[in-house]
């Protein structure tokens, strides 16, 4: 069936540099997008979502692409931090009317000094 | 604002024995999400209600699983009996009552271990 999944299971990261993680969708009726962030022992917490009527949408730190084309979505963090590190999970609203969410595996990123 | 509220934070029960996990969303959401995380299946939706209604309960993995929302600030997801697979933390979530397009947020979760 169609799912969401994440190209990299686990990313390490240089304090300071610039984060990029992927995540591909299959389902064509999605229009909806959101990342969450989740810190080990906590739940997930929002971080940017984008709807498929754009193409890019930018918050404190963070940027969110969709390309609609291929399916793609990613997550861009500037300047990453050593608070920055955690399980990043892609989720898609399967185009009902309700929120119904699927999620992707996530990944891990692993900010090092 | 107090965020989502779970209950217990962790439960330890043994095969067999009832098992009730307790939200309370934020106040003035209407919709509410169960969900269940494990290492090999990941976040799976399982139940989510609008306006205390069940709207979607086809990720509830069989009838051991059962959910009920009998107010618009209380939650309860019960598994009856419980197996040593059920082990996972269960997470609720709350929206506010547009659903589509709104933000979830996350409880802290459950974490249940079933020996």
């Known amino acids: 069936g169609e799912s969401v999944g994440l190209h990299l299971p686990t990313l390490s990261v240089q304090e300071g540099d610039n984060s990029i993680i992927n995540c591909a969708y299959s389902?064509?009726?999605?229009?909806?997008f959101i990342w969450y962030k989740q810190e080990s022992g906590k739940g997930p917490q929002f971080i940017i979502d984008i709807r498929s009527n754009m193409d890019k949408r930018q918050g404190q730190r963070v940027t969110v692409l969709l390309n609609k084309t291929v399916k793609h979505l990613s997550l861009q963090i500037a300047a990453t931090q050593p608070g920055d590190s955690a399980v990043y999970f892609c989720a898609e609203n399967l185009g009902d009317s309700w929120g119904k969410l699927q999620f992707g595996a996530g990944t891990q990123v692993v900010v090092t000094p | 604002d107090a965020g989502v509220i779970q209950s217990p934070r962790h439960e330890v029960t043994e095969m067999g024995q009832e098992v009730t996990l307790r939200c309370k969303p934020i106040?003035?959401?209407?919709?509410l999400f169960w969900y269940r995380q494990t290492m090999m299946r990941g976040l799976e939706l399982l139940i989510y209600?609008?306006?205390?209604?069940?709207?979607?309960d086809s990720g509830m993995p069989e009838d051991r699983f059962s959910a009920k929302m009998p107010n618009a600030s209380f939650s309860t997801l019960k598994i009856q009996p419980s197996e040593p697979r059920d082990s996972a933390v269960y997470f609720c979530a709350s929206s506010r009552p547009s659903g589509k397009g709104e933000t979830q947020y996350f409880g802290p979760g459950t974490r249940l271990l079933v020996l």
């Open positions: 209600f609008n306006n205390n209604v069940p709207i979607d």
């Open positions: 389902n064509s009726a999605s229009d909806y």
């Open positions: 106040s003035g959401h209407n919709s």
